[in-house]
């Protein structure tokens, strides 16, 4: 007797293929084929992933570098508006010093005046009294 080659489908062995059984057996080997597919999906997507992992890093340090670069920039800026600045108050600083001077010196004028007026009136008052004292 020849040797019978067993059917892939004859899940059962029992020498007859059922409609359920085809069903299962074409069902087993498209969920293979589907995993089979997954996984080249998954070698793709991970060397994908990769590409643009390394894109995102070569592009994170640029824009790094270019923000360094401008924060420097903005950094001397600040100093020279800074200095520009403090240049300004030291001459604003000096012109008010110089008329609170001025004026420092104008009110004592005044006050001396006014001292001086108001010791002339005390002495006259002083010598009206000491007049009418002895008259």
């Known amino acids: 007797m020849a040797e019978e080659t067993k059917n892939p489908m004859d899940l059962n062995g029992d020498g007859k293929v059922t409609v359920a059984e085809k069903v299962q057996y074409y069902a087993g080997k498209a969920g293979e084929k589907v995993k089979e597919e997954a996984k080249v999906l998954g070698e793709k997507a991970a060397v ?46 000096k012109d008010l010093g110089e008329k609170a001077a001025v004026k420092a010196k104008e009110v004592y004028a005044e006050a001396k005046v006014e001292a001086k007026e108001l010791a002339d009136k005390a002495k006259a008052k002083i010598n009206e009294y000491k007049a009418s004292k002895e008259a």
């Open 48 to 93: 994908k992933a990769k590409e643009i992992g390394a894109q995102a890093k070569v592009k994170a340090k640029e824009v790094g570098e270019k923000a360094a670069v401008k924060a420097k920039d903005l950094g001397e800026k600040a100093k020279v508006k800074a200095k520009e600045v403090g240049a300004q108050a030291k001459v604003k600083a």
